[in-house]
């Protein structure tokens, strides 16, 4: 199985649970791989625990951190045209901002988009597409 079948499982089946005293399991799950306690609300940003999670998942490396670009030091970078749908990992920027960013499990390209299946988009497991300037 790749990252990228286990991962597409949860897509619209993981969301946020609405109200300030309602948190996903699961996602609580994710983000204690990344060091936070059972305790944490699913509102925190939890890319990198989704990414974390599918890794722990299929014993893959893993940042076990929650910073999206925490993934940069694992494994070894490659260029884009390198990358291996449902295999590797991108990480995006965020703005201007070098600690925040994004991450995902690359799904492929379709012209200047990246595709990636991540958590926290749309306060769930999502594939989306994103700017490949990012």
């Known amino acids: 199985m790749t ?14 649970l609405p109200g300030e ?15 936070y306690g059972f305790d944490v609300h699913d509102e925190v940003p939890w890319c990198s625990g989704f990414v974390n ?3 722990w ?11 999206a670009r925490s993934w ?18 991108c990480v995006l920027s965020r703005g201007t901002n070098p600690i925040q960013g994004h991450v995902g499990i690359y799904a492929g390209t ?7 299946v991540s958590g926290n988009m749309s306060n769930q497991v999502t594939v989306e597409d994103f700017d490949e300037a990012r």
């Open 3 to 16: 990252l990228f079948e286990h991962a597409h499982r949860y897509v619209g089946e993981i969301k946020e």
């Open 21 to 35: 005293h309602a948190d996903h399991p699961l996602i609580q799950w994710w983000m204690s791989l990344c060091g």
């Open 53 to 55: 999670g599918m890794a």
């Open 57 to 67: 998942d299929l014993r893959a490396p893993r940042s076990k951190s929650a910073a």
């Open 72 to 89: 940069l030091a694992v494994g070894v970078s490659i260029s884009l045209v390198d990358a291996r749908a449902a295999w590797d990992v």
């Open 110 to 116: 379709d012209g200047d988009r990246i595709r990636l």
